[in-house]
């Protein structure tokens, strides 16, 4: 997916959110909703916090054609750890969505929390 043409970006905003997870589940983490809107993807921490292993599927939506394609696919997440499962620099653009899939491969309990560093361009 090639960056898309940023003109006339007068403000950048860098953010966080944090999400907590506490079952098997696909979850939107950022999204681009306003019109015209840009985010920029900086960063995604996943903190895996019950007794066991977690497995992440990171996705981009790309609203049109209405496909989700795999960042990261299936990366355990140890228990009691963190682990950055992406670094670098992903335009989301409008309509368009970063989604995370979460799967206990042990049967056990989900207990994560997902930080996701971005900059919202305007």
Known sequence: MA????????TITLENSLTNI??????????????GSVVRLKEVRVSENSASTTAVTLN?????????YPIVNNHNI??????VIFSGVLHVKEGDSIT???????????DVTVTVTYEVLS
């Open 78 to 83: 140890p228990l009691g750890s963190t682990s």
């Open 22 to 35: 506490s079952s098997e589940t696909t979850t939107t983490i950022l999204s681009a909703v306003s019109t």
């Open 3 to 10: 960056n898309p043409n940023i003109v006339g970006v007068s």
């Open 100 to 110: 995370i899939t979460t799967d206990d491969p042990d049967g056990t309990t989900v």
């Open 60 to 68: 981009y939506y790309d609203a049109i054609p209405g496909t989700s």
